[in-house]
């Protein structure tokens, strides 16, 4: 427990619980089991989101130097000819304005926001927020649910093998979770148990886990084999997560490619209906 910083609760009690029952090597062996597929899951879906991240942050430099440089290039040619400019050239050239006037104060206001942002999630408030923020985002979102509830169910299971007290397992697997909006639903779940509710009863309250895997946990209950059950209902999870990830990039694709052309019609429009528009004017 010295090194807290660096080894999270779930290890901690984990090591204790093998040192208290004699079982230090088998809970080493569950620990590098559970660790190792939680950083496989963490690297798939961060390979997945890497594409797309790289494109929206290429095509935020690209607009950010078509509005500082390119389009005032463009705009001071155009008022030499003090025509009629289209409605996307003139939507163009005010959102170049206010760039490069207001610039400064964008900057202020970003960082100030991911500050805000930043400060806000550390609350527990805030934290509950972001975590229910990042499950509903679309595509990813229904992923991430997936990945963590097969991390909740991995830990639950590990710890239920090791021996840990029921009421003491929840409490750790929410920790180990890391998101404070499922947490909080882990803990209803332990509040209920404490009470003297079931698992089944309490799981299908929390409205976290397919009919599927709560017919899985009702079975491991009334068989007294929670914990295999609930390996299974973490297999299930990243089977499924597995597939999605491998599927990720196919269904994002075509999203970036839209938004890609999108800004590249609206570029030509407000660029080049004009500089046709002068070209014809001086051909007449």
Known sequence: TRHNDIFDNLYINMVRVGEDSGQLEAVFDQLS???????????????????????????????????????PAFAKMFSQFKAELPLPTKILIGTSNFFVDYWPYMLVAVVAAIIGFREYTKT???????????LNIPLVGDILRRALMARYSRSFALMLKSGVPLPQALELSAKAID????????????????????L??????????TPLVLQMIAVGEESGQVEELLQEVSGFYEREVDYDVQTLSDRIEPIMILIMAGFVMVLALGIFLPLWEMYNVQSG
């Open 179 to 198: 998101n404070a909006f499922l947490a909080g639903k882990i803990r209803e779940i332990k509040a209920g148990v404490e009470r003297g509710d079931s």
């Open 200 to 209: 089944l009863r309490t799981h299908n309250a929390s409205d976290m886990f």
């Open 124 to 134: 527990d408030k805030g934290a509950a927020w972001w975590g229910e923020a990042k």
């Open 33 to 71: 089991e559970y660790l190792e597929r939680d950083l496989e899951t963490k690297k798939r879906i961060k390979a997945a989101l890497r594409y797309p991240s790289f494109v929206l942050v290429a095509l935020t430099i690209a607009l950010s130097v078509v509005n500082v440089f390119v389009i």
